[in-house]
């Protein structure tokens, strides 16, 4: 992953190209392609994570066409309205779906926030064992804490980005 052809400073990071092989085996053992409709919204920073992912599942994928941009990286000028107008359909579509299979990425992270049950069908990748993981409500045997320290939230964000943090 990385290397985004939109941004030419992009860095790959190997270690991830795994990421996506495991997801799309985890994606097949739910036999995905049987449940008819059934559909899979994807978004990355990675043109290389879009293609694969909807190349498995090309009558089943949802994606948002633009430029891909990172919002700490140059870009053409030309590109920004369109590549911020993605950015913002993405961020929403992330909160509106039922189920959620992150990667370490605090955009995804953020926008699953904006489900009505962010930790319902909440998934995870761990990249240290190579498996997707279901996260719990940490909140799930009582009432959450009027104040909440950052790393309580820690626990549940994760990123769906190629780029190192």
Do not use: W
Request: proline share 5%; net charge positive.
């Amino acid at each position: 992953m990385g290397q985004n052809p939109s941004n030419p400073l992009d860095n790959r990071f190997e270690a991830r190209d795994l990421a996506v092989g495991d997801i799309i085996d985890f994606l097949n053992r739910t036999n995905l392609r049987k449940m008819r409709h059934t559909r899979l919204f994807v978004t990355s920073d990675s043109e290389q994570v879009l293609s694969k992912i909807v190349s498995q599942f090309s009558n089943q994928t949802i994606t948002i066409s633009g430029p891909i941009l990172h919002i700490d990286r140059p870009a053409k000028f030309n590109d920004l309205g369109r590549g911020f107008l993605k950015v913002v359909i993405d961020f929403y579509a992330l909160g509106e779906y039922h189920t959620s299979i992150l990667t370490p990425s605090g955009f995804s992270g953020l926008a699953n926030r904006r489900r009505i049950e962010p930790y319902q069908n909440l998934f995870k990748y761990d990249a240290s064992n190579r498996r997707i993981e279901r996260c719990h409500d940490i909140y799930e045997h009582g009432k959450p804490p009027k104040t909440v320290a950052g790393l309580v939230y820690c626990r549940v964000i994760f990123n769906c980005s190629s780029r190192e943090m």
